[in-house]
């Protein structure tokens, strides 16, 4: 016996937005109630706090794509190291264990994947290919640990850190007397350009 369904919920759309929904479920064979019952029952909602913990965890696997893009550029400078091909396993790796991350809310996806992606980011930094970087907005980031000293422009809407390679003249001067320099950072804020 069918199942009855007494309740009618309303919904306002466009014409455009009518007429792409009901192809829609008649590319798929069902009705368009149906359709949207489907649809409904795999969407993700989340309490207030649970967003913010959503929000925060897209921004951590944001910063770690941003990271590991940087990385990928100089392992693919570098093909011929013996090391970079094991960088380059290590990167294709965590590709995988992010795109797992991406499908999180699949009951099918294997919990443990973002351990799997820090431990493998943890073996880099353990073998000198990687250092950590401590940027203010929480979350630690990573590069390769070969590179000059430079320092970094932190873009407040996006989150993603850009490399500045040029160092302010007499930096050291600005420390109080009697004190003594022994290495310098320097953060920039604003805008990136694809944010501005």
Not at 48 to 57: F, S
Not at 72 to 100: D, F, M, P, Q, Y
Request: hydrophobic share 40%; net charge positive.
């Amino acid at each position: 016996m069918a199942r009855r369904r007494p309740i009618l919920v309303a919904v306002r759309l466009t014409p455009d937005e009518s007429a792409d929904w009901r192809a829609k479920a008649k590319a798929a064979g069902v009705p368009l109630s149906a359709l949207i019952r489907r649809a409904m029952a795999r969407t993700r909602t989340w309490t207030v706090p649970a967003a913010e913990v959503e929000r925060d965890r897209t921004r951590q696997v944001s910063r770690i794509g941003n990271n590991l893009n940087q990385i990928a550029k100089w392992a693919n400078t570098h093909k011929g190291a013996v090391e970079a091909v094991e960088v380059i396993g290590h990167l294709i790796a965590i590709k995988r264990a992010l795109s797992a991350l991406a499908r999180f809310e699949r009951p099918d996806c294997p919990q443990r994947e973002p351990c799997r992606t820090l431990l493998r980011v943890k073996i880099l930094a353990e073998k000198g290919w990687l250092t950590e970087v401590e940027l203010p907005g929480g979350g630690m980031r990573y590069e390769l640990a070969a590179r000059p000293h430079h320092h970094h422009f932190l873009c407040r809407a996006c989150e993603k850190a850009f490399d500045i390679h040029r160092c302010p003249e007499a930096v050291e001067d600005l420390a109080p007397e009697g004190f003594e320099v022994d290495d310098h950072e320097v953060i920039l804020f604003g805008r990136c350009p694809a944010c501005t």
